[in-house]
């Protein structure tokens, strides 16, 4: 299966769940997975931002990507994150690390140096040709304090092991001059839940989604139904999920999407430090959210 027909659709930045004692829950991410998969998702990516990756110990990883490897049984493609600001690290980290089972590189821009273009450009084409699969760029300034330009994005384009960029930089400009100058065969992938309908509209071909651990089937079938132009079915389900959507990041991801599916019994709600759960008057928005769902 080609690399455009595995990650077209709906991923899912698989959260991590975690007991009282803050140690990783491998019993709720096996029962996580399987939600997600049941719901219809094309794909998950592992150890992303919503998978609070940068407060995990190097064990923990090894053991999560285990666990998805498992209750995925192979039935949809993997995807693995694996990035930071130290670029030797990352090569490091990428020429040891054993990506048996996951199909492509999920890569965060360099956080907390803020490089400029020509040094984020040096970073990503160093991770490229030292990576053993295919790198998806992830363009997210809101966390990174670096934003990817239209112009070092396409510059990249051109690199043989870059297949494209997950772009959540809610900037409409720019990611439409990657979508008019892009190669054909280069993916531009939403990571911003609330936009990924018009984002399609626009040509990209799916999102990496947070919202879709908890709404899999609706979420999924929203994106499947703009790609396909039914946006008249698209549309009552974005619209749906919008509140939802509001309600997740309005303290913090992954905190509200936990606290949707600790609502389900899906897991417990708690994030590591220096996350902290979601407040009262949020849960309050969560709860009446949820149970409006039920109906």
Do not use: W
């Not at 190097?58 to 600001?85: F, H, Q, S, Y």
């Not at 330009?149 to 001059?177: R, V, W």
């Not at 417990?268 to 949020?282: D, W």
């Amino acid at each position: 299966m080609s690399l455009i027909k595995k990650f077209t659709g709906t991923g899912v930045a698989i959260i991590t769940p975690f007991k009282s004692d803050s140690t990783v829950d491998f019993a709720a991410l096996s029962k996580v997975t399987s939600h997600i998969i049941s719901g219809g998702c094309e794909y998950i990516v592992v150890l992303g931002t919503t998978g609070e990756s940068v407060t995990l110990t190097a064990e923990e990883k090894t053991g999560i990507m285990k666990c998805v490897l498992d209750a995925n049984n192979n039935r949809v493609p993997l995807m693995l994150g694996v990035g930071g600001n130290n670029t030797k690290e990352v090569v490091a980290q990428l020429q040891s690390i054993d990506t048996n089972g996951f199909s492509a590189i999920l890569s965060v821009c360099p956080y907390y140096n803020k490089p400029n273009q020509e040094g984020i450009f040096k970073h990503y084409s160093a991770v490229a040709d030292a990576s053993p699969l295919p790198i998806l760029l992830y363009n997210v300034p809101s966390r990174t304090g670096a934003n990817i330009t239209a112009e070092t994005t396409l510059k990249l384009a051109s690199h043989p092991n870059i297949f494209g960029i997950k772009e959540a930089s809610g900037n409409l400009d720019q990611c439409m001059d990657i979508l008019k100058s892009k190669p054909d065969d280069f993916m531009v992938i939403s990571g911003d839940d609330p936009f990924t309908l018009p984002y399609i509209a626009l040509g990209m071909v799916g999102v990496i989604s947070v919202v879709a651990n908890a709404y899999p089937n609706d979420y999924s079938s929203m994106v499947r139904a703009s790609i396909n132009g039914m946006f008249d079915v698209a549309r009552p389900l974005h619209y749906k999920l919008l509140q939802t959507i509001k309600n997740m990041f309005a303290d913090g991801s992954p905190g509200g999407v936990k606290a949707y599916l600790n609502m389900m019994g899906l897991c417990e709600e708690i994030v590591r430090e220096p996350l902290a759960s979601i407040g009262e008057l949020t849960r309050l928005k969560v709860k009446a959210d949820f149970e409006s769902l039920l109906k």
